[in-house]
T-cell receptor, first 110, second 114 residues
Framework: KQEVTQIPAALSVPEGENLVLNCSFT??????LQWFRQDPGKGLTSLLL?????REQTSGRLNASLDKSSGRSTLYIAASQPGDSATYLC?????????FGTGTRLQVFP | DAGVIQSPRHEVTEMGQEVTLRCKPI?????LFWYRQTMMRGLELLIY????????DSGMPEDRFSAKMPNASFSTLKIQPSEPRDSAVYFC????????????FGQGTRLTVV
């Protein structure tokens, strides 16, 4: 059974810092890995999708890497801003379903 | 495109009542997913459809829960009778295909059963 873990559970940093969020999964036979952002009381917004054949994807200040063999992904956020404050969720797909981690709650303070 | 549309956004109901949640997926998407989110258990997949056919309903917690997708543009999740422990945020998501492709989520329905 696929299990997805995210570390840390919560993170508080000053504005401007570069930071890394971690995601690990137990079954490396995945189709893809997706990072989402969730603001309080809101739905999930897709940030990046990495196919199993890819090593990384970039969008603006976000960079996500995937090491399928070791069951790990990282989301790198450069020059963090208060507007980045949210919960970040990773999800893997190894059948037809997305299996989610429990998320990292990020707070960026001015 | 307006994205995945869910209704209602909020629902408060009394224990024992029937609750129906609705979802309109993104036009052209073939797969639709229903998730439940709680503080204790995070995001759990309840059921998903591919081309309007239920593929996996193993996440549906009890027989009180049922889901339908009568056509490509509409799905419902019904709880009958509702119980306080059903209180959660229910999300609908859609994608062009199955889990191989990017999933897009609706804004969710916050259900409170009192």
């Amino acid at each position: 059974k696929q299990e997805v873990t995210q570390i840390p559970a919560a993170l508080s940093v000053p504005e401007g810092e570069n930071l890394v969020l971690n995601c690990s999964f137990t079954d490396s036979a995945i189709y893809n890995l997706q990072w989402f952002r969730q603001d309080p009381g809101k739905g999930l917004t897709s940030l990046l999708l990495i196919q199993s054949s890819q090593r990384e994807q970039t969008s603006g200040r976000l960079n996500a890497s995937l090491d399928k063999s070791s069951g790990r992904s990282t989301l790198y956020i450069a020059a963090s801003q208060p507007g980045d404050s949210a919960t970040y969720l990773c999800a893997v797909s190894n059948t037809d379903k997305l299996i989610f981690g429990t998320g990292t709650r990020l707070q960026v303070f001015p | 495109d307006a994205g995945v549309i869910q209704s209602p956004r909020h629902e408060v109901t009394e224990m024992g009542q029937e609750v129906t949640l609705r979802c309109k997926p993104i036009s052209g998407h073939n797969s639709l997913f229903w998730y439940r989110q709680t503080m204790m258990r995070g995001l759990e997949l309840l059921i998903y459809f591919n081309n309007n056919v239920p593929i996996d309903d193993s996440g549906m917690p009890e027989d009180r829960f049922s889901a339908k997708m009568p056509n490509a543009s509409f799905s419902t999740l019904k709880i009958q009778p509702s119980e306080p422990r059903d209180s959660a945020v229910y999300f609908c998501a859609s994608s062009l295909g199955t889990g191989r492709l990017e999933a897009f989520f609706g804004q969710g329905t916050r259900l409170t059963v009192v």
